[in-house]
């Protein structure tokens, strides 16, 4: 089955529900017509096609598995290829890989056998069973009945890890060489309250959280700029907390180099239904809201920083 036909029977069920179908083609570049712009959007959590086998080993229901999503996010930065930006995003699920970490973040936990040593066993996404393949899902509840084979791992890690991060390295390569410098732009979507296995557990949350790993990853007029926009539409912005940027954001933003990494993360409460992870009414305003942000960063001129 492609990957097409998994997308048109995806369509044909209700949204809560997982379509099982094997992952063809582990991401998807959208190229604008013409680049326009210094920029390079990213979902790396809004993949939704899910392997039968995964879900046969998962020892959870399918909206427990759906909840670890960042739910339709690639949907709420979709205008960036028409406004002049590429934007990749994964097909895969994180539950199942999770490309906004170390590739060998595991927990010896999961595994029948002992890891090589050049595994990160010891990180604090570990600890929290959130890995490069993860041990359980947000709410902390295990995903697996049985353990894995460090084989099975690496499977995943070289069929879907691996290529995302070549896509990604490429796509700043070539915007930094057009542009001069590159800003990329790692999109994400939150709880609406703090989890259980969060430092803010059980406190409301507010709209936008920008993370810039505490200034280290881009230029300040970055987060500056995309403040400015979502204030200036009524929404409620944050600074690093509870979040200060995963993987992607460290690894990639280099501004001394001219790359320039933000995480966005966006509240599930404003587009979505948390519970049985369903679009919700708010969703198209948020994509055209979402608009304002890629005018906002296309307007910078990081070669310029």
């Known amino acids: 089955m492609d990957t097409g036909e998994c ?10 529900e997982i379509e099982p179908c094997e992952i063809l083609t582990p991401h998807q570049v959208r190229l604008p017509s013409a680049q326009t712009l210094p920029l390079v959007f990213a979902s790396p959590h809004s993949g939704r096609h899910y392997p039968p086998a995964f879900v046969a080993s998962a020892r959870l229901d ?11 996010v690639d949907e709420l930065i979709a205008a960036a290829p028409e ?5 990749l995003q994964a097909n895969f699920p994180r539950a199942y890989v999770d490309v906004n970490r170390e590739p060998f973040e595991l927990d010896p936990r999961m595994f029948n056998e002992p890891l090589p040593g050049y595994a990160n066993t010891r990180s604090p996404r570990v600890a929290a069973g959130l890995g490069t393949i993860a041990r359980v899902v947000a709410s902390g509840s295990e995903i697996y009945s049985d ?5 099975e791992a690496l499977s995943r890690i070289r069929a879907y890890y691996w290529p995302y991060h070549n896509a990604l390295s490429r796509l700043i390569a070539d915007t930094r060489e057009r542009f001069g410098a590159c800003i990329l732009v790692d999109c994400h979507s939150m709880p609406s309250i703090g989890g259980p296995m969060d430092r803010d557990a059980g406190r409301r949350r507010v709209d936008f959280v920008l993370g810039d790993s505490h200034g280290a ?3 300040p007029r970055v987060p500056a700029a995309v403040e400015t926009a979502l204030t200036q539409l009524g929404y409620n912005v944050r600074h690093n907390s509870p979040y200060s940027g995963g993987f992607v954001t460290r690894h990639y933003g280099r501004p001394w180099e001219g790359v320039h990494a933000l ?4 509240n599930r409460a404003l587009y979505m239904d948390e519970e049985t992870v369903r679009r919700g009414p708010g969703l198209a305003q948020l994509a055209h809201d979402m608009r304002a942000v890629v005018a906002a960063l296309g307007e910078l001129e990081p070669a310029r920083f």
């Open 217 to 219: 990853a881009c230029d």
């Open 147 to 151: 353990k894995l084979t460090f084989a």
């Open 263 to 266: 995480q966005i993360e966006m």
């Open 62 to 72: 399918r909206v427990s598995l759906r909840r670890s999503e960042d739910g339709f």
């Open 83 to 87: 406004m002049g930006a590429p934007l």
């Open 7 to 16: 997308d048109r029977q995806s369509a044909s069920v209700m949204e809560a």
